[in-house]
């Protein structure tokens, strides 16, 4: 009998991998990977093919990211909306093949505009090419609105509900889907970046469209997949009267069984999702619609109890200590390589997944509030580093240079912007010091600019900059998963779509101040005056968030290593803000 059981016994481990890889948890990870990698591929590379095409200079780039942060802005809270009032596997799908249709025609049109850009820039004066460029960077901006929709619905959405009333489990997968947003943001664009190389765009623009043709076909049976194994995701509830949440915020300090909660918020209304007689609407109102949507996402944004933690995170956004475009030009001008940096970035990967564990071991020993709190000095404490950093040898910083003098010289000498540039035009240029000319509005060789020879530039401001960056993304990666877990947690089932629209439009309008800051003063003897606004505006982010937490903890707020009220109970409702 004993050997019988053997076989048994050893198939145990065997089906517990099996069951693991075929959980609706791992496929959504398998899900999100493959959309991610998709997003980071065409976000690296859309970005080198507009430089390319527009002769080495950053003005479509800039227009395309001025575009984006412009719409999501404007329309967050309708797409939002448009989340919460349909089904769950409607928005996912639709919000999927959109995206990835729109990239595939982007691909497609930017490899007609490379194969024939000498004879369109002929065509009708080079409006034809023209048009192709606003056509791509519209289309562009389409599968950027599909992507904050998917995002929405999956990371917002979704994973509340196949985590079920775990937190702990919800904590997890939070983590988790982080640490696959790292590895990628590294590894795709590493990947598209040798295939441009060692290939062409052309060659790049054809294997992003054939990678997004194949992975929005798997992509499209996981989602269906996670949808079959979850039954609760086919139940989503409709419109909670306002008074019915105020209730359940005032049952905080009740007694109140914690599966009570999410029985009055996922129960509500099962039904809201049958056709209803609708009243006939006249065209006006019907016009007015998105606008009234906007100014109710904002509204109920405003009154929920996470909304400074919300702008907190919001402030973390206006900020050039990252590793985007303005951080890495200037990182040229200061002598650092391509190849340093790119080491650099590794490393800011490797310090955004500590982060992500930081996270779940903090939230377990001091409770999810706290766990905001310490990320929030431990970001700030790596900072003042940042700030050091601008004082130190080696920083180029001169208050008594005007940062407004670049865009004088463009405005009144009227220098013209670079047109596009045929292959035997282009002056050889290294790369390392191609791109702080663009960056100071200048296209010509880095070699005939005196101010840019001879001596080397000491490293020790710059060193200590990016030591504070890189370190600082342990606290900003861990504070950014306590908030998302917050908003995921106390914001109500029929409202997580809107509320996290108008979140991602707080977001992309400190970005976009950001953007308009380095715009105005972009010259390197101004960046260490960015470098300032930058850690005062994420000083004022935790100095939000902390005023939350002091307002939902009071003085327990202080307890060391004890987890908040009712976090340690994985049977409370995500939803129901008496977890706060």
Known sequence: MARGAEPAG?????????????SAKFLLYLGHALSTWGDRMWHFAVSVFLVELYGNSLLLTAVYGLVVAGSVLLLGAIIGDWVDKNSRLKVAQTS?????????????????????KTQLLTLYHGWLLTMCYILVITIANIANLASTATAITIQRDWIVVVAGEDRSK????????????QLTNILAPMAVGQIMTFGSPMIGCGFISGWNLMSMCVEYLLLWKVYQKTPTLALKSGKVEESELKQLNVKKES???PAEGVQLIVEKDVTGFEPQQEKEVGCAARMAEPFITFRDGWVAYYNQPVFLAGMGLAFLYMTVLGFDCITTGYAYTQGLSGSVL???????????IMGTVAFTWLRRKCGLIRTGVISGVAQFACLVLCAISVFMPGSPLDLTVSPFADISARLFESEPL?????????????????????????????????EMSSEPVPLISVSLLFAGVIAARVGLWSFDL????????????????????????????LDL?????????PNPEAFGLLVLISVSFVAMGHIMYFRFAQKSLGKQLFVCCTPDPKAVSDSSPPGNTSTV
């Open 10 to 22: 050893e198939r145990r481990p065997c089906g517990s991998v099996v069951a693991y890889f075929t």
């Open 482 to 509: 306590t908030v998302t877990q917050l908003l995921q947690e106390n914001v109500a089932e029929s409202e997580r779509g809107i509320i996290n629209g108008v979140q991602n439009s707080m977001n992309y309008l």
């Open 255 to 257: 007694d109140m069984k």
């Open 342 to 352: 790119s080491l650099l970035m590794g490393a800011s990967a490797v310090t955004g």
């Open 170 to 181: 919800l904590a997890d997968m939070n983590a988790t889907i982080r640490r696959i947003d």
């Open 418 to 450: 670079p047109t596009l540039a045929s292959p035997e035009d282009k002056p050889e240029m290294v790369f390392a010091t191609g791109v702080p000319n663009l960056l100071n509005g200048s296209t010509t060789p880095a070699n005939s600019n005196p």
């Open 96 to 116: 999927l093949v959109v995206q990835n249709a729109s990239v595939i025609l982007c691909g497609i049109i930017l490899m007609i505009v490379f194969l024939f």
């Open 513 to 521: 101040l950001h953007f308009i800051m380095v715009i105005l003063a």
